[in-house]
């Protein structure tokens, strides 16, 4: 075997649409591509000449999985433009906003993506065949996450009640107790999640990642922070520009996301777990420590591990903020625009996700930059991908294709947020 | 009887609209018990062939390649329904249509060159026959599950043609145009999500599409509707 060429057409159990191209020769990867054909859909472009006022409900449609990442994302951009800050009970709810999103978007990516390699399935529906107590917990545990974002946001889906500011009509405690008796019953769920994710079987790989994520005084962070690596770099949101270049590589296919002029860092569970680990709330901690698992996490299959103890904090830290509301006396904290460049960045399930515009004296939008992690991501998987096929080489084609597929989920890949993605259609001369 | 095939199909959009199939936590299972969900790439790496009984769509048409997909969707489809505005009216994507779209390829992209797009996103109905449109960005939970249920009796679903108004009646929400004068596209939306907006004291920014009887010309009088939708008279 000399040649052999690697190809999984349309990747599955991932969000939005990907394919996957890999080549050897005598023994040696040539090549490897994680292709994302997601058809552009030119947000950065489409924002410009529109009202300040408008990215939260424009960009949270680059995403139907993480909107309130693009919706938090956005406003704090805004805001920093403004001048505005958000902060006492308004934060608290965007808080909490933000925990329903990852309780949901991790739930749906352990039980009805992930698992199923463990498991050797080929859906979540599949599993449920056999599973189906497990698989009706991980749906009620979403569930708990879509209505929690739902009243806090409207709807699970694209909320409507995110503004530049805060929100158009703060929740009433009242619209928040049931959501509480649901979130109490998720937090169960969450903790039998971890034991259960803690007993899988595990492929002993682990990659000496380069981690970046958000870090916050005051919280394992999710809404703000500032940018810190696992090499000992830390800066402000405001720096991104001088730190993090996009290049488009002359024979790729995608932007590549540069942390000072070096590619291949990760953003993600993994990453916020390395950096962050000590302020997950007590409960979390204490699950970690019940099934032996240490503060950094290296091993990709693993991340399924850290997305269990990150739903279980986002649970328990919700259930919190529940329990101190009180309804705020104003809904939003009024912004009036001014010229000016302003960056906002939080922590989607997937990883960092950066905003930048430049707004005119009226108000409009001059210029928009969206860095979404999976962009950042992009040259790390195929990293994974290149040390996972080398030395399996040998195997039968269609068994390393699917784990290599595998390796592709294990990052859970939003490929939808095609903002910032090229794949597409080269042109061959 | 056999077990009729579904299959699930992404062009140009966000996922929310397939993500609402797998938001229907309570019935997910039982639907799934109901039909052979032989294509789904977002929830499954099994692919199933053709033909399917029932085919839903979410995105828009806006390259080459999605325009012959979508003709193939229709050939091996007994039905085609396309799920959210953007593969019902071409989606928040559309509003390239008002501009250059070479223009926005510079601005997002460092090389134009590797870039192939139509110029217009448009929604399916413009290319294959489609056999049901449902409305909303994204699109409801309940009324997917009636377009379900409906294909899978054979008969046609039934879907409120009415407007948002309806629906803050119904709610009995205050009107936010009358009690605080704020815009409001409500009376030319078409329902479906219950008047959400309104009841969160904001004005209705039409995500659910225009009600085919809309008299937007009234509306477009009104103060302030012009200034915060700027594109609404433009596509009037
Ligand atoms: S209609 Fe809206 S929610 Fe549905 S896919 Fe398009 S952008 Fe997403
Ligand atoms: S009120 Fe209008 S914009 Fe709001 S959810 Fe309903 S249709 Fe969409």
Redesign the pocket.
Known sequence: MTHKTIRVGGLSRVEGEGSLFIQARQGRITDVQLNIYEPPRFFEALLRGRAYTEPPDITA?IC?ICPVAYQMSACQALESICDVTVDGPLRDLRLLLYYGEWIESHALHIYLLHAPDFLGYPSGVAMAADHRDLVERGLALKKAGNELVAAVGGRA??PINVRVGGFYRAPSKRELTPVAERLRRARDAAVATVRWVAGFDFPDIEHDYRFLALTHPGEYAILSGDVATSDGLRFPIADWPSHVVEEHLPHSTALHARLDGVAGYLTGPLARYALNSPQLSGLTRQAAAEIGFGPICRNPYQSIIVRALETLHACDEALRLIDDYIEPDRPFVPAEPRAGIGHGASEAPRGTLYHRYRLDAEGLIAEADIVPPTAQNQARIEDDLRALAEPRLALPTAELAALCERAVRNHDPCISCSAHFLDLHIHHD | MSVPKLAVWKLA?????QLTLLDCEDELLSVAAKVEIAYFLEASSFKGRGPYDLSLI??SVTTEEDLHRVQHIRRVSKHVVT????ATAG??QALRNFADVREFISVVYARPDYIATLEHSTPVSAHVAVDFELR????DKRQLLEVLSAFLAGRRPVIPEESVCVECKERGNPCVMVAHGTPCLGPVTQAGCGALCPAFNRGCFGCFGPLRSANAATLAGLPGVTRTFSDFQEAR
């Open positions: 449609r139907g889906i694209h | 959009s966000c996922d929310g609209c979410e995105g799920i959210g505005a953007c989606g928040i909303g960005c994204p699109i």
